[in-house]
Nanobody, 126 residues
Framework: QVQLVESGGGLVQAGGSLRLSCVAS???????VGWFRQTPGKEREFVAGINWSGGTTDYAHSVKDRFTISRDNTKGPVYLQMNSLKPEDTAIYYC????????????????????WGQGTQVSVSS
């Protein structure tokens, strides 16, 4: 059984930075990751994604040039570096994974991912 655990959330002032981590455990060869976020009363939305090798990344328009998704290898943590944070970035951030999926593309739909973490709260004060 595979599992995803997020960490790194917290409270930060507008303009500040946070780095989220997504760690996978269990038996697998590779995994692709999407970061999503959700606020009360709103749909969960795609933030950023990275394919199994790290060779392809994708971002929501609202975070492009501020957030960076990265990974050091195919099994290690996936990071979401968030800079120039805004109050509207406040949300619960979820890591979603698709294991043993050798695609060069990154999916933006929730249905592209099978496993989900519990989420980590990010709060940005003005």
């Amino acid at each position: 059984q595979v599992q995803l655990v997020e960490s790194g959330g917290g409270l930060v002032q507008a303009g500040g930075s946070l780095r989220l981590s997504c760690v996978a455990s269990g038996r697998f060869d590779v995994f692709a990751v999407g970061w999503f976020r959700q606020t009360p009363g709103k749909e969960r939305e795609f933030v950023a994604g990275i394919n199994w090798s790290g060779g392809t990344t994708d971002y929501a328009h609202s975070v492009k040039d501020r957030f960076t998704i990265s990974r050091d290898n195919t099994k290690g943590p996936v990071y979401l570096q968030m800079n120039s944070l805004k109050p509207e970035d406040t949300a619960i951030y979820y890591c979603a994974g698709r294991f043993n999926f050798y695609s060069e593309s990154v999916g933006q739909a929730q249905t592209n991912y099978v496993h989900w973490g519990q989420g980590t709260q990010v709060s940005v004060s003005s």
